[in-house]
């Protein structure tokens, strides 16, 4: 016992959920490092597959009983007929024909239904489901695989990937200290994970991918491993390339570009489900969106695979690009294909566009053109409820409860149907007016025969399937009850007052404009639990003193009250690691730049 204290004395026990790591106090160069940060990352990921888990049972489950309804009629048709196999009449070779019909009516259903089942690599039904097999691509510590195993006990195995032989080391020293079943479950390998995944085709129900930035580079790889019905989990945390202006590092990477809105994070979402999407359809694969979230610094998707070359004919439906305004917030979405029905037949066709004209109706600014994105759902309701209902079922077993149910619920209450979102704070600085409140605002919409919620990624954003002219026929309105001051002849906002509204806005207060998550009161935007809630620093790189508002408030207030002795600076002179960075630690300031006072490169405290 003496000799195990004395062996966990360099080391610093972290626990979340039902695993526990040690992360080494002395570790050399910021190498491997636990992120507090990435629990609702995590906690996401276990309820998203508990689902998945569910949902695979119950399709399993109804594929059985209809293969088995298929037999039964099978055998009811032959055991009907008196004259035995010879001795028919010709009105039981009719039965006979119309039971062959109805069989392979029942058949052809089952072999639809299998299509979206959960099949075994020898794409023949078994009897008994396979416990799901989870393919972790990027483990580092190790910390999500051991959740997976320890958690989730229907899994028959992890397999735990990566590339550096530190973190491997890091993560089979973890997988040891939860013990014997966490030990029997993990298979940690040192290796490229792209080329694992390419030498394991479709031998894995479950593929999660979490880089530390762009996914891209494993996108390929990721949707050859996963098996037919099984699940996509990836994260970007590339935001910059994703939301920023530089919009030809986003099409080199992802094959789409950006535009600027206050949509961008949900332009995201779909510009990497757009991209997951052409990756398998190189493959005769398409994916079904489960769930699509904006958390934090990241975004990360839920998605299931399948393999249907007819599906994937479909995909420009899926697919479209995106005008929007320089001037006012009015953007259009223009689909790249369509179906065309002739003689019972249904084809497929490129769209029929402009959407738009050369002008904006309402302002007459030019447009910017992006994408292209993802238009379908980027969520299933059914998924998200179930969800919401199972994680709400287990309280006690996810740290992050209060942040993943708001984030769920406001998901639950999204119009899935429609792409992308306006600010209404956005719209009313369009034409300089006062903001009416979003009740009143909704309120108006409604009245008006349209749909209209919020989302998940902005608390300020609305969706509605209203059209444009009436978004701003009814600010026109409320213009004429709150007047502004006279704006320049060719600003904006006079463009788009000078117009007469062909609608005529109801404000009265509707009864739906309230959510039910927000008649109850729930909660549903939480603010950071701590300061500095955010990335940490890519594990090897090298601390500077610009990487010190990435550090954390503890270290800071030892730099501000002169905490940092010089014994500590020697030790840190190579590294020190921190608790959530694993890295060292630099001496600046929490003032501003005037006030900053730099004490070199590398300053050193530890937090505690």
């Known amino acids: 016992m003496e000799d195990v204290e004395n062996k966990l004395k360099d080391y610093e026990i972290v626990r979340e959920g039902e695993a526990e790591i040690i992360i080494n106090k002395k570790i050399a160069a910021n190498e491997v490092f636990y992120n507090p940060v990435q629990v609702h990352n995590r906690d996401m990921s276990v309820a998203v597959l508990r689902t998945f888990i569910t949902k695979r049972e119950e399709e399993h489950k109804a594929m059985m009983d209809k293969r088995d309804k298929a037999h039964n009629k099978v055998s009811q048709s032959k055991s009907s007929d008196p004259n035995g196999e010879n001795g028919s009449t010709g009105q039981h070779d009719e039965m006979d024909v119309d039971a062959e019909k109805e069989t392979n009516k029942v058949a052809d259903e089952v072999e639809d239904l299998s299509t979206e089942a959960i099949k075994t690599p020898s794409r023949k039904v078994a009897r008994e489901l396979k416990a799901p097999v989870v393919l972790e691509a990027l483990a580092a510590s190790g910390l999500r695989s051991i959740r997976y195993a320890r958690e989730i006990d229907v899994l028959e195995k992890v397999v735990a990937l990566d590339i550096d032989k530190a973190c491997i080391e890091a993560c089979k020293r973890n997988i040891k200290f939860n013990g014997a079943s966490v030990m029997s479950k993990i298979e940690p390998h040192l290796t490229d994970a792209r080329v694992y995944m390419l030498t394991h ?4 129900d479950v593929v999660d991918i979490d880089p530390y930035g762009a996914p891209s580079i494993f996108l390929d790889s990721a949707l050859q491993a996963v098996a037919d019905g099984g699940l996509l989990m990836c994260t970007a945390t590339d935001m910059a390339v994703l939301c920023g202006p530089n919009g030809e590092v986003c099409h080199s990477k992802y094959g789409s570009y950006p535009t600027k809105g206050k949509y961008n ?4 979402l779909r510009i990497l489900l757009a991209s997951i999407e052409s990756h398998a359809n190189r493959y ?76 904006c109706s309402a302002c007459g600014k030019k447009f910017t053109i992006g994408g292209p994105i993802w238009s379908a759902p980027i969520h299933d309701q059914e998924w998200v409820v179930s969800t919401l209902t199972e994680v709400k079922s287990m309280k006690d077993r996810y740290p992050a409860y209060d942040k993943i149910t708001s984030v769920l619920t406001t998901i639950s209450e999204e119009l899935h149907d429609i792409p992308l979102f306006f600010s209404l704070h956005n719209i009313c600085a369009n034409v300089k007016c006062t903001s009416p409140s979003a009740v009143l605002f909704r309120s108006a919409v409604l009245n008006a025969g349209y749909r209209i919620s919020s989302t998940h990624v902005n608390p300020l954003g609305l969706k509605t399937d209203a059209p444009w002219d009436v978004i701003w026929d009814i600010m026109r309105c409320w213009v004429k009850n709150h007047p502004v001051k006279e704006q320049p002849h060719d600003s904006v906002g006079t463009a788009i007052l000078s117009k007469s509204p062909k609608l005529e806005a109801n404000f009265s207060r ?13 909660k549903r935007f939480l603010p950071n639990p701590e300061r500095h809630w955010g990335p940490k620093i890519r594990a090897g790189r090298k601390i500077t003193s610009k990487h010190a508002s990435l550090l954390g408030p ?5 730099v ?8 500590d600076e020697k030790v840190a002179e190579p590294n020190n690691p921190t608790t959530e960075t694993g890295g060292n630690a630099t001496n600046e300031e929490d003032e501003p730049s005037t006030k900053r006072q730099k004490n070199g490169d590398v300053g050193l405290a530890t937090e505690p």
């Open 201 to 204: 085709p479709k031998e894995f």
């Open 265 to 268: 994070h949900e332009m995201a």
């Open 284 to 359: 005769k694969r398409y994916i079904v969106p489960v769930l699509s979230v904006s958390m934090d610094f990241y975004i990360r998707v839920f998605v299931r695979v399948f393999t249907s070359a007819n599906e994937v004919k479909k995909t420009p439906q899926k697919l479209s690009y995106v005008y929007q305004c320089v001037g006012c917030d009015s953007f259009h979405l223009q689909c790249l294909g369509r179906t065309v029905t002739k003689n019972n037949s249904v084809k497929n066709a490129p769209a029929i566009g402009p959407v738009v004209p050369q002008e």
């Open 510 to 522: 509707a009864a739906a404009a309230l959510s039910s998550a927000q008649a109850k009161k729930v």
């Open 554 to 558: 503890d270290v800071v207030n030892r």
């Open 560 to 567: 501000i009250n002169g905490a940092a002795s010089t014994e």
